[in-house]
């Protein structure tokens, strides 16, 4: 048992245990730093894998019928790192960002104690963290925190279909005991994240039940649209139920217009005598832009530059209307700058999540004692992860100012990749240009074609999907060399009419997707440069294409 014993932490707090801890800590953060270079996006070269590679791995692997050693162990954990994805200043692909020392200091705290945030009993580090986030993320968007309340959960697609949950149930609450009726109808923009999707899949509605938004020519979801598919719904019998407002859309980074989507369920709850429509959200990438809510533009105390305000001040005259929304979620994961899995969802009437819960009959082991009194039997989750204590470690560790740099800083080098493309590449043409913020969604275009037209819907079909052919192609060989320059791509950013049929044609663009915090505007041309070099590359290839 001994033996046992040394694989894990002291039970006493000697020192010899943890300087074994300690240096095997070492070992991994020095094998990791060995495998750094700032003007690669892997830690050493790509891993090729051959077409059987997970099925090799099936085949090879069992557990040991000995432990191995924690020194092997290790080892094995440095080999993983061989070839993995790192997010230097080169790293433009979507938001995948790299774990701050705080969100893994926090991670690493609940590690450590692991406690189970299912019961303050067992998990009392992040229950408190919890709250404790709760709070302060409530207070940022301007939700009354005396009524608000909210959770960590499994990513943004959790809170989407926590949303969801809770909207249902607070128009049919006996639906929990005998099901959702099969009128019930979901809303969002074409250019909502598939959450909902899955969503209203797995609640029973029906993927027929979701109604997709027309976007506007800024991305954002046409309110007029969103007026005339509830009024259809509701005058065939439908009943909405559930208005998802993207602000932040993960390709193009649109904003809808909470305050507008308001409006219309408001006006038609009265005109149709029709109970309270529930309004999410989906702030998970782009709620950290509420970060600006009380930063004063005026005198603009941590100097941006002007550009740079004109553009944060874009992005807040939507984002100061979050509060609007039943519910809310913070993927700190993504602009919070924390390891996986931290996303909290908030709910501004903090009294509904009583709708969700199981009685203290179907949670015999846990639950309200005298001696515990935050339970969480409303989540969907039984046992929790302590999220929060890495999402409290980050919030502390930056402040207000620390996100409003780094968030100020994605839009600054995105203002600058804007200007070097037209510069320099003016066949490639920025499709969101009206939407600044982390990303920039680009196209390339053969002679005499343009975003312009495009958008304004003068292409034919035919066209248009030449158009998204060569962007295919352009991906591909840019993908290739995604250890040097790591972007992203879409196959749909948003969509345009045909002039020659009816239908609504995806367009595919590539995405400059600033994420790291080591990207800044001296870094661009480089990043240009190699753009460049690929375009050459892809018109090389195809004799038909050329400018
Ligand atoms: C990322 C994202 C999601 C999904 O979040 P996960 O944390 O990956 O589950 C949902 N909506 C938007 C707008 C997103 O950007």
């Known amino acids: 048992m001994k033996q046992i014993q040394q694989l894990f932490q002291s039970e006493d707090g000697n020192i010899e245990q943890r300087e074994n801890f300690l240096s095997l800590l070492e070992k991994i953060v020095t094998s990791l730093d060995n495998l750094k270079n700032p003007q690669k996006t892997t830690l050493g070269p790509m891993k090729e894998r051959s077409a059987n590679f997970y099925q090799e791995l099936m085949q090879d692997n069992q557990v040991p019928t000995s432990g191995v050693g924690l020194d092997q162990v290790v080892d094995d954990l440095t080999q993983l790192m061989q070839g993995h994805p790192y997010h230097t200043r080169n790293f433009v692909t979507n938001v995948l960002p790299m774990a701050s020392i705080p969100g893994v200091l926090g991670q690493f705290t609940n590690a450590l104690l692991n406690g189970n945030n299912l019961w303050d009993v067992y998990g009392p580090a992040a229950a408190e963290c919890e709250v404790k986030v709760v709070a302060m993320m409530s207070k940022l968007v301007g939700y009354d925190f005396t009524q608000s309340f909210g959770y960590t959960t499994w990513g943004g697609q959790g809170a989407v279909f926590s949303g969801l949950r809770l909207a249902i149930a607070k128009q049919f609450p006996q639906a929990k005991e005998e099901g959702v009726p099969n009128n019930l109808y979901c809303f969002a923009s074409e250019n909502a994240h598939y959450s909902l999707l899955k969503s209203i899949e797995a609640v029973g509605i029906g993927s027929k039940h979701l109604i997709r938004v027309k976007a506007g020519k800024d991305h954002s979801m046409d309110v007029q649209d969103l007026q005339a598919r509830m009024t259809e719904v509701i005058e065939n019998g439908g009943i909405p139920v559930y208005v998802v407002a993207t602000t932040g859309a993960t390709d193009q980074f649109g904003i809808d217009d909470v305050q507008a989507i308001k409006e219309v369920t408001t006006n038609l709850e009265k005109k149709y005598d029709l109970q309270s429509i529930h309004i999410h959200a989906d702030s998970a990438l782009g709620g950290f832009y509420a970060f600006f809510n009380d930063y004063d533009f005026k005198k603009n105390p941590l100097h941006f530059e002007e550009d740079v305000l004109q553009g944060l001040l874009q992005i807040h005259e939507r984002m100061q209307h979050l509060a609007i ?223």
């Open 325 to 547: 929304a039943d519910s809310l979620c913070f993927d700190f994961q993504k602009l919070g700058q924390t390891p996986y899995l931290t996303s909290l969802f908030l709910i501004k009437e903090g009294k509904n999540l009583r709708l969700l819960d199981i009685d203290d009959f179907d949670t015999p082991y846990v639950g309200n004692r005298g001696y515990g009194s935050y339970h969480t039997g409303y989540t969907l989750e039984c046992s929790r992860m302590g999220s929060s204590i890495a999402i409290y470690a980050a919030l502390q560790a930056f402040g207000k100012e620390g996100y409003q740099q780094i968030l100020a800083n994605y839009v600054r080098v995105n203002l600058a990749f804007r200007k070097q493309l037209a510069e320099k590449l003016p066949m490639i043409q920025v499709v969101n240009e009206a939407n600044i913020g982390p990303v920039t969604a680009y196209r390339l275009y053969p002679k005499d074609f343009n975003w312009a037209s495009e958008q304004a819907g003068s292409y034919t079909q035919v066209q248009l999907e030449y158009i998204n052919a060569i962007n295919a192609s352009l991906f591909e060989i840019l993908g290739e060399g995604r250890d040097e320059v790591f972007f992203g791509d879409t196959t749909r950013v948003c969509t345009v009419s045909a002039s020659d049929t009816k239908q609504q044609i995806p367009v595919a663009a590539a995405k400059f997707f600033s994420i790291s915090p080591y990207t800044e505007t001296e870094h661009i041309s480089d990043i240009v440069h190699f753009l460049k070099q690929k375009v050459k590359v892809l018109e090389a290839s195809q004799i038909e294409y050329s400018h």
